[in-house]
């Protein structure tokens, strides 16, 4: 950690401190903190086709719990957060400290970084279409004659989101946080509400569950890992914006709200569906009576919007990065706060990521067809990121090789693991994010060359200060 964020995190003011763990709660976890509209869903749907047994439903429980656990708290709550660049985290800021120290390995390096910003790029696409959409298809269970107006009302709500992002971080955080707070809180009621249809549901706390239930399926439990992952994407984007609040902050978040709510509320669907197997069709919106599902849809659809302000923050600062890099041409930076230098506005990036989400959304059309493309770009960077904290963890916090290992290997293999589940959706759309990564890798890649040969040429042409002086 730098010695400039360290600073600032050890002398911010209670007051502050408050007020910005609030502000992360909506800018930074609103992304994770909508998976559980649709990931214990898609779970079920590969296991349900010849009914679903109580082994099934705890070790899904099980897998997604575990999966927040490592993931989420142990890589990017307690490690990652703590790896910084002034204060500014992400793919590319981890880039920017290991080429202060790099040994011979520099185009490694700077492919890995590539690849792991586009794949980023490309969830900053995908994640607002999948969470707009999966919160207005809420609309069905209330007015099923609304159901042709659900791509129009999504594309509608996108185009406002996008368009207020020029007022930045910072005045959106301020009513973000607070919605993104009561999200979290009713999921969490909603949870305990639905424990006590079948305290079994417990049980998913013992990682036996989750290990036994690989091991059983084995390939097919591997399928069903792509579904899983749902529950913890957004991770990424947690440590892109580190520069837009710091880390006590976000920590504080997590442990005191974001991590207690989903775990109640994913418990919740699990003894939901454990005592009523036909709520698998819609287990979160089917924890909520009839006279609060309105409620529900529209507090979901709020949350869904909030969502995409994660990652796309964190695209801001991620092409900010690579503009000081020399992956991508300067453009246009807007900084939209007097005190926080890591709150900023790129209105070209706004517009790119604006078109390509709508595209999704026009093409794709519901939230079940957009998840099954959804999950390869964020585990892609996830793998990218831990292969980079590797080498982080033994240049710059000087970790012994062992030790390194011990504590990223298992990381990296489950990583891949995901990986490789996502990969097998390849033909149902996952090639749309890959497709979306190849063209930002090719634009980094082809304006890094164009900018070193133009230097090269420049540097040959030039006549020599003394030459210059002495004519």
């Known amino acids: 950690m730098s010695d400039e964020s360290h600073s600032h995190d050890r002398h911010i003011t209670p007051r502050k401190l408050f007020y910005l763990t609030l502000g992360s709660v909506g800018v930074v976890y609103g992304d994770i903190g909508t998976s559980p509209l649709y990931a214990f869903r898609e779970a079920l749907k590969p296991i349900a086709h010849d009914g679903i047994t109580r082994f099934e439903i705890i070790s899904l429980i099980s897998l997604m719990l575990w999966a927040l656990t490592i993931i989420v708290t142990l890589k990017y709550v307690l490690l990652l957060l703590r790896a910084d660049n002034e204060g500014e985290g992400g793919t590319l800021s981890l880039l920017a400290l290991l080429m202060k120290t ?169 003894a939901l569906v454990l005592g009523n197997p036909q709520a698998m069709s819609e287990p979160f919106y089917l924890m909520f009576p009839k006279w609060a599902l309105p409620f529900a849809v529209i507090l979901a659809t709020a949350a869904t919007i909030i969502a995409s302000q994660a990652v796309i923050t964190g695209a801001f600062s991620l092409v900010r990065q690579g503009i000081n890099l020399g992956f991508l041409p300067r453009m246009e930076i807007l900084f939209t706060s007097e005190t926080n230098t890591g709150q900023i506005f790129l209105p070209t990036v706004n517009t790119v990521l604006f078109l390509g989400v709508m595209f999704l959304v026009i093409t794709f059309q519901t939230s079940e067809a957009l998840a099954t493309a959804y999950g390869i770009s964020v585990t892609g960077a996830m793998v990218v990121t831990t292969i980079m904290t590797f080498e982080f963890v033994r240049t710059r916090w000087n970790w012994s090789a062992s030790i390194a290992t011990i504590v990223l290997l298992p990381l990296l293999v489950l990583e891949l693991i995901f990986l490789g589940a996502n990969l097998l959706k390849i033909h149902d759309g996952g090639y749309i994010p890959i497709l979306i990564a190849t063209a930002f890798i090719v634009v980094m890649w082809t304006w890094r060359r164009g900018t070193a040969l133009l230097m090269e040429k420049t540097r040959h042409t030039a006549i020599p200060l003394p030459s210059f002086v002495s004519s």
């Open 102 to 270: 790099a040994n011979g390995h520099t185009a490694l390096l700077l492919t890995l970084g590539m690849a792991g910003a586009a794949l980023f790029l490309g969830d900053a696409m995908i994640t607002p279409a999948l969470s707009v959409l999966s919160a207005v298809e809420g609309v069905k269970l209330m007015a099923p004659s609304l159901s042709a107006y659900i791509v129009p009302i999504s594309a509608a709500i996108l185009v406002v989101l996008f368009v207020f992002q020029s007022h930045g971080t910072g005045v959106m955080a301020r009513f973000f946080g607070p919605i993104t707070a009561l999200w979290f809180i009713v999921m969490a009621i909603a949870g305990i509400s639905h424990i006590s249809d079948d305290y079994g549901i417990l049980a998913a706390f013992n990682p036996y569950y989750a290990v036994s239930f690989l091991l059983h399926e084995g390939f097919f439990g591997i399928i069903v890992l792509g579904a899983v992952f749902l529950t913890v994407t957004g991770a990424e984007a947690l440590y892109a914006d580190l520069g837009h609040f710091g880390r006590r902050p976000i920590q504080w978040a997590w442990f005191a709200l974001v991590f207690p709510s989903l775990a109640l509320n994913y418990l919740g669907q699990g």
